[in-house]
């Protein structure tokens, strides 16, 4: 069970942000300023007791989000999108698996290079879009830990932003060596929080009307490398671009941000894009330069290979 109050979300914002100015980023003035805007926050009494949610499947968050993830004012996908695909454009077509593939965004890609097309995913929803995108492409149900492919099926594998939903990487990796052929190029692409190892788990509503939330799991770069190498993977890249700079304008919300600003009602599961606007300063100062994504490029080694 969640608890979240939205206090605590916005002290935790000005402890980050105080820390770093300890740390020599910032002045005195800005250490007053936030000390002041604390203590406001404190005697406000808008902020209700929090609120408690229970964890609900992973389908049924992106079953939701189908109809409209694709469209713009996504700055992870932006941000995202660009890195995979110029990793993308280096391998020659061949079949390639997009693990994870959601509503089919890197699948199209692929297709485009002229691959033949496998997607998995464990959303209805998002299959469903995927398939309107390649209708030439074959797509499965599926799981992670376990994925509906035979031995040696696949010359490239992309699996992108779903790695933050395991809690276990090694049997994903075992997975991904046990589909690609040896030597074969696998492409993860995973978040990195709002701030270091740190993201607010993703809150949602059912259409029957209930909240839940879906656990994110960061990790630093050593817990993907411990699982790829020992599945059997060498490193060829990694790339980690940072959050954009200011994080929020100052209506608390990311510049060019699509829709009004969210509100965050007192003993309801607190909206985070609806509390930033009580404190900007301090979440743009807590959130400079942290990376917001990670990017590897694996090569599966040959079994005539020594690590």
Not at 203 to 221: K, L, Y
Request: glycine share 10%.
């Amino acid at each position: 069970m969640l608890y979240q109050h939205p206090l605590a979300y916005l002290i935790g914002l000005h402890g980050v942000a105080l820390l770093r100015a300890w740390g020599g980023e910032h002045d005195r003035e800005f250490v007053a300023a936030r000390l002041a805007e604390i203590r406001e926050l404190l005697d406000d009494d808008r902020w209700g007791d929090g609120a408690t949610a229970p964890a609900l499947p992973i389908a049924d968050l992106y079953d939701g989000w189908s109809a409209w993830y694709d469209e713009p004012g996504n700055r992870m996908l932006d941000i995202e999108q660009p890195h995979v695909w110029e990793i993308l454009d280096r391998a020659e077509p061949g079949t390639a698996l997009d693990a994870a593939c959601g509503t089919g965004r890197h699948a199209e890609y692929l297709a485009r290079l002229g691959h033949e097309v496998i997607g998995v995913d464990g959303s209805p929803g998002m299959l469903a879009k995927a398939r309107t995108k390649v209708p030439d492409g074959r797509f499965h149900l599926g799981e992670l830990e376990s994925l509906p492919l035979p031995d040696d099926r696949v010359d490239l594998a992309v699996c992108a932003l779903a790695l933050c939903h395991v809690p276990d990487l090694a049997p994903v990796f075992r997975e991904f060596a046990r589909v690609l052929k040896p030597g074969g190029r696998l492409v993860v692409s995973d978040t990195r929080g709002l701030l270091d190892g740190f993201d607010h788990p993703l809150i949602h509503r059912t259409p029957e009307g209930d909240v839940g939330f879906i656990p994110n799991h960061h990790r630093s770069a050593a817990d993907y490398l411990t699982a790829a190498i020992a599945a059997g993977f060498e490193v060829l890249s990694c790339v980690e671009p940072r959050q954009p700079f200011p994080y929020v304008d100052d209506d608390g919300v990311p510049p060019g941000a699509q829709g009004p600003v969210p509100e965050s009602l007192p003993d309801e599961m607190p909206n985070v894009w609806g509390l930033h606007r009580f404190a900007v300063a301090a979440t743009n100062a807590a959130t400079r330069d942290v990376p917001i994504l990670i990017v590897w490029e694996f090569r599966l080694r040959r079994t005539d290979e020594t690590a």
